[in-house]
């Protein structure tokens, strides 16, 4: 019994084919198919995923299943998914509309689990946090003159457009907007609709929102991809300069050899 839980749930192509059943049942629920054969297709894959973790338990050891990262992320999803099986027990009927949300939303989430399966995805994980790390600084600072501007426009441009600069968290998500090309021209537009449309104030202020246009969404927008991109690929130019290190060696070891002879 024991060698035939550990050839099934050890097995990460039948676990994968859990996970992607798993997935389509979710979207179906999502969707609002509140059919009583997909639910219970539900509770079965939650069932068969806790059993996996168990298995695996007795299988690496409470600190060896724990120690790898993805078997961390698998564990925290399934204890998430625990509290759907209260419905196996307990009528929704007695839970509030939050609980439900909350319950849906531990389903979605195991969705993630499919994604240690992709090719590669451990190195695109850590390709990214290194460039996060090494960009950070450049992100805050970016982060910190959106909110300056976003200051500024809401005290400028508070009554021209309160839709946009009334709150401060309104005026700094309207200045991330425009350094996105998100509402570059709609937003401006209003703001000099106020101030007369066709007057020296409404001129200048559709310079103003040009000039933040081409600092901050396209100068910045990529000055910052560069170096998010060039941080990603950070790993393969190291590759390539330890190749042409070996390489150098490689040739001046030959040189040397023909020197002595």
Known sequence: MKQILRKLFLNDQLILAVILINSAIIYAEV????????????????????????????????RGYWRDGWNRLDGTLVILSLPSLVELF?????????????????????????????????????GFTKAMRESYAILLSFFVIIVIFGLINCSLF?????????????????????????????????VAAYYGGSTVAA??????????????GIIGMSFINSIFVDAMVSDNNDDVKQQLREMQKTLDEIQQSLAKN
């Open 31 to 62: 969707a609002g198919n509140e059919s009583i054969y997909i639910h219970s297709l539900d509770i079965l894959c939650t069932l068969i995923f806790i059993v996996e973790m168990l298995v695996k338990h007795a299988e690496y050891g409470v």
């Open 90 to 126: 307990v009528p929704l009927d007695m839970f509030n509309l939050s609980f439900l949300l909350i319950l849906r939303l531990l389903r979605v989430m195991r969705f993630f689990r499919v994604l240690h399966f992709f090719p590669n995805f451990s190195k695109v994980v850590q």
């Open 158 to 190: 508070r009554d021209a457009d309160p839709v946009h600069f009334q709150t401060p968290l309104r005026s700094i998500y309207a200045v991330f907007q425009i350094c996105t090309v998100e509402g570059w021209y709609e937003i401006p537009n209003t």
């Open 203 to 216: 001129e200048c202020v559709r310079i103003y929102f040009c000039a933040l246009l081409i600092l901050g």
